[in-house]
């Protein structure tokens, strides 16, 4: 399980960035998550609970998004998902010359301050 490691390193960079706004109380986080890390959200929500004990994240509220995969195909030109993120094809042709577009990757899309 990766969610452990993954949420403290969420948390850390939240935290990190609050330091800029010194006084302020965060209410909520928002996350997006691609596809293609495989989290399991109800364990994410866990370690962040435990993770944020004793921080100014503590009680904060956390929204995980799931970014679906899609690709943009080398060999027709389509952008779009796919059928099985473990094996990266075409939806439309079928080839393997595929570059990941959205849902590998991990941002932090808004921290909402009180």
Do not use: W
């Not at 960079?13 to 006084?23: F, H, Q, R, S, T």
């Not at 866990?46 to 690709?71: N, P, W």
């Amino acid at each position: 399980m990766h969610e452990g490691h993954f949420t403290e390193q969420i948390v850390a960079a939240v935290i990190d960035e609050l330091k800029k706004y010194p006084g302020r109380k965060p209410k909520r986080v928002r996350v997006v998550v691609g596809e293609a890390y495989h989290l399991v959200p109800e364990s994410v929500l866990m370690h962040y609970q435990v993770a944020t004990k004793g921080t100014a994240l503590e009680g904060v509220a956390l929204d995980l998004v799931e970014e679906y995969m899609e690709v943009l195909c080398g060999s027709c030109g389509q952008q779009g998902p796919v059928e099985d993120h473990h094996l990266l094809l075409c939806s439309f042709c079928h080839s393997r010359d595929v570059k990941p577009v959205a849902g590998n990757k991990v941002s932090i899309e808004a921290v909402e301050l009180e």
